[in-house]
């Protein structure tokens, strides 16, 4: 595609229900980033997968927190038992494989767990 | 880790002001992009400049690398550069494991 799309670009969930974020990242882009966005801060890095492979999943808040790409393209970001402070925007990003390519990103959900 | 500071944090400009805009940031770095968040939260890429200048249109780049900073010029501003800039260096090491300095909210009035 032309950009990052992800879906649904709004969430609200009750307290404890379980949520699925889904990106897609432009076309032949290799790495794949997930990261949330509090309001008024900065975008703080979650995870990250190089085609498949999770390299990265250090910036996960807790364990009801996962992530998987299962065929290398698309993603799912999957919250567990959602609770307040996982209210935030979740950001997907992708670019080209390597450390000198310009990272790219989608529009975000924005989640509200009441 | 590293850190990351912008300057000024808020700058409100009338159309057709210039600006600059400052990063710092606390270790040698081979990766540093810049970011435009617009009011409706879409991130739009508008560097990436680890060393040297780049020029794209009314904005230009440069990075002082061996000095650990960077600027941002916006030139005859209009309202559409409204938003918050921010620019972004990688966590450790290389790659676009980002942590992003505090951001610069812009308000660009008639």
Redesign the interface.
């Known amino acids: 595609g032309a950009g990052v799309s992800q879906s649904p670009r709004y969430k609200v969930a009750k307290r404890g229900q379980d949520v699925a974020l889904r990106c897609d990242p432009i076309s032949g882009h290799v790495?794949l980033?997930w990261y949330q966005q509090a309001l008024g801060q900065?975008?703080?890095?979650l995870t990250?997968f190089q085609n498949e492979a999770q390299l990265?999943k250090s910036g996960l808040p807790s364990d009801r927190f996962f992530a998987e790409r299962p065929e290398g393209s698309v993603s799912t970001l999957k919250i567990q038992r959602t609770q307040q402070e996982d209210s935030a925007?979740y950001?997907c990003?992708s670019?080209l494989v390597g450390?000198?390519?310009?990272?790219?990103?989608g529009?975000?959900t924005?989640l509200s767990v009441l | 880790g590293i850190q990351v500071e912008q300057s000024p944090p808020d700058l409100i400009l009338q159309e057709g002001a210039n600006s600059t805009l400052r990063c710092n940031f606390s270790d040698s770095v081979n990766n540093l992009q810049w970011f435009h968040q617009n009011p409706w939260g879409q991130l739009i890429n508008l560097f990436y400049i680890p060393s040297g200048t780049k020029q794209n249109g009314r904005l230009s780049a440069t990075t002082v690398a061996t000095e650990r900073y960077s600027l941002l010029y916006i030139s005859s501003s209009q309202t559409t550069d409204s938003g918050v800039y921010f620019c972004a260096v990688p966590l450790t090491g290389g790659g676009n494991k980002l942590t992003f300095g505090t951001g610069t909210q812009l308000k660009v009035e008639l």
């Open positions: 790495s980033f900065g975008p703080e890095f990250y990265d925007v950001l990003a670019s450390d000198n390519e310009k990272l790219f990103f529009s975000g924005q």
